[in-house]
């Protein structure tokens, strides 16, 4: 069992910079791959960027490759996602998630535990 919190979130500016950060109580965390994914009212939630257990791998959206950076830190408990040159349409709310296994999952229906979202905004 995991449990997730996200934070970090809010108002941004477009061109502006904000770092998202997901705490993680429970056992193991090393052992889990760990996702972000966003969702705005009507559409899909879509993967934003997943990182492997060791961190050695990591996926990125084509839409915010070279803009963010997903990194994690097993010893505490935590996995980040820093957001640079911020665009409008990065508007969402933005999901943690884990899965207990090796590898990469992109895919949302493969995640077992999710956080509550963090909401950000981004103006231009």
């Known amino acids: 069992q995991l449990q997730l919190v996200e934070s970090g979130g809010g108002l941004g500016q477009a061109g502006g910079s904000l770092r998202l950060s997901c705490s993680a109580s429970?056992?193991?965390?090393?052992?889990?791959?760990m996702g972000w994914f966003r969702q705005v009212p009507g559409k899909e939630r879509d993967v934003v960027a997943a990182?492997?257990?060791?961190?050695?791998?990591?996926y990125y959206a084509d839409s915010v490759k070279g803009r963010f950076t997903i990194s994690r830190d097993n010893a505490e408990n935590a996995v980040y996602l820093q957001m640079n040159s911020l665009k409008p349409e990065d508007t969402a709310g933005y999901y943690c998630a884990a899965r207990q296994t090796l590898g990469i999952i992109t895919q949302k229906e493969r995640y077992d535990y999710w956080g509550q979202g963090t909401q950000v905004t981004v103006s231009s």
């Open positions: 429970g056992r193991n965390f090393s052992s889990y791959v």
């Open positions: 990182i492997a257990w060791s961190g050695g791998s990591t």
